[in-house]
């Protein structure tokens, strides 16, 4: 049977060439980069390269980028990180009601601790509106916290319009106001250039942009005080204890460098077959609508509501056809709560509307959306069959 | 995730879509994911002679409703009211346990559906 891996925002497969160069420090520069011999300082030669990589794709010194384990944990050290370093001058911080759960969770925690949480609305189209932080931020304020792409629609957050905001309040005075972007899903895809969008502190992680699991990375602005989550060695300029994975390091890196020298060609293969396959999917298929911002969100990621029937359903019915996507519906991974960036962009709890995800990536063809776009009609009509719903509908339409 | 009986059934629904000419129609729904499931029955000679159903719901409910109308069917109404949420489930082989729910919905169907046959033709 046909494979067709379609849920690249969930991970990507790892690139030949990263593999190679992660190749060499599993067995033959295996030293511990804190060591002072030569195996410790090619490890660690390995590690300031891949700093160097990573800092470049950013726009960033590398000095101000620390490698962890991955996106979470790169979130909980901004969030609390931040939070512990500056509570003494205020205990308020905003983030956007469809953040990441790292991001959600941290500030939860921080919440639960006597922290004050602004949860921003993201309104239909899945974008957070700057007269809302704008009306949100306080003199208490020491944190926003906004993604920059969405996970599941991928809509685009105004980052840089909220950096100058920030900005703009740090420059009156505010100098403890820091602003964090999880940009998982926007690395690689779309530019991202710490500067250019003014933020103190940025996530992201390998393993989304062909890189492998296990490894992220933070950056944080010079001069920008974080108080460590892990203690022990004094790794990472004191930000992060705990012996680096030269390996994990080497191929973020080189994920990195191949991000950047490839990204428009990705970025527009991705966009391309994108539409493709959303202009075949509504024209293929009645009762269809598309979540998030049509404009405004990364190449690569179409999410779609099926009027009439359950996600998961049609997620486990293309899985049998070989064709791998996500679903955000009610009664999805494990819990019977639909995704809480589907019900924050207004859509309603019961799963009336089934919801997909379908990302996308570099090594995705036409053929495969091809046979997507053979295939999902089918499932759809199949399901809809038997859905009491569409009956209900099709009454209502002819009353 | 699921077992390869949860898959047949939501690969291929056995006794799907509504009921011209049943002579009784139940309907169970699940208030906190939505799920909705209606369940004909066909009566002849007090015995159940044919079943169908029309779900809306997750794979496992799509399944159960499925297995379900093949298990009842030559049952006696009182036969089918002994049936409980587990035989569905052991029919389905396994199913996660927060799914365990979806047979407690079929069954739910099924009873409103005996509930409403007239009575008589039990």
């Known amino acids: ?399 | 995730m699921y077992s390869p009986t949860v898959l047949a059934h939501l690969d291929q629904p056995r006794n799907a879509g509504a009921m011209e000419d049943a002579v009784s129609r139940g309907e169970a729904t699940n208030p906190v994911c939505g799920d909705l499931l209606h369940l004909y029955l066909k009566i002849d000679a007090g015995r159940i002679v044919a079943a169908s159903f029309q779900a809306q719901g997750c794979p496992p409910t799509i399944a159960a409703a499925s297995v379900l109308t093949g298990m009842i069917e030559g049952l006696t109404p009182a036969q089918a009211r002994n049936l409980a949420p587990a035989d569905v489930t052991r029919a389905l082989e396994y199913l996660p346990r927060n799914k365990e729910h979806c047979c407690v919905l079929a069954i739910d169907a099924l009873r409103s559906a005996l509930a409403a046959i007239p009575i008589e033709m039990v």
């Open chain 1, 1 to 399: 049977m046909r494979r067709v891996y379609l849920d690249n925002s969930a991970s990507t497969r790892v690139d030949d060439e990263v593999v190679e160069a992660m190749l060499p420090y599993f067995t033959e520069q295996y030293g511990n980069a804190s060591s002072t011999h030569q195996w410790g300082q090619h490890a660690k030669q390995a590690i300031e390269d891949a700093r160097a990589q990573v800092a470049r794709l950013l726009n960033a010194q590398p000095t101000e980028i620390v490698f962890l384990s991955g996106g979470t944990e790169s979130d909980n050290l901004a969030i609390k990180g931040i939070a512990a370093a500056h509570c003494s001058r205020g205990r308020h911080i905003i983030t956007s009601a469809f953040e990441h759960p790292a991001v959600l969770a941290s500030c939860d925690q921080l919440e639960a601790q006597g922290f004050t949480l602004t949860r921003l609305p993201v309104y239909r189209e899945g974008i957070v509106r700057l007269k809302d932080v704008r009306a949100a931020l306080t003199d208490e304020t020491i944190l926003v916290t906004v993604m920059l792409a969405n996970n599941e629609i991928g809509t685009i957050q105004p980052i840089a319009e909220i950096g100058a905001l920030v900005a703009e309040r740090r420059a009156a005075g505010q100098r403890h106001l820091h602003l964090h972007t999880d940009a998982v899903q926007a690395v690689g895809k779309i530019p991202v250039d710490v500067k250019q969008l003014g933020v103190d502190l940025l996530t992201f992680t390998a393993h989304k942009i062909h890189g492998p699991k296990g490894v992220g990375a933070l950056y944080v602005r010079r001069g920008v005080r974080i108080t460590s989550q892990m203690h022990g060695g004094r790794h990472e300029r004191d930000r992060r204890a705990g012996t680096e994975s030269v390996p994990l390091i080497a191929g973020i890196g080189k994920a990195a460098e191949l991000a950047r020298v490839h990204m428009d060609e990705r970025a527009v293969h991705m966009r391309q077959l994108r539409d493709y396959l959303e202009a075949q999917i509504i024209e293929r298929i009645p009762d269809v609508s598309r979540n998030g911002d049509a404009e405004q969100r990364v190449p690569g990621v179409a999410n779609f509501n099926f009027d009439f029937v359950e996600g998961e359903g049609l997620q486990i019915s293309l899985d049998l056809k070989g064709i791998a996507v996500s679903t955000g519906s009610a009664c999805s991974s494990g819990s019977t709560e639909p995704s809480h960036v589907l019900l924050a962009i207004g859509l309603p709890r019961d799963s009336g509307h089934g919801s997909l995800r379908f990302s996308l990536s570099k090594d995705t063809t036409r053929e495969e959306i091809d046979y997507v776009i053979e295939t999902l009609p089918a499932i759809v009509e199949k399901l809809r069959k038997i859905s009491p719903r569409t009956k209900k509908k099709t009454a209502e339409h002819a009353e």
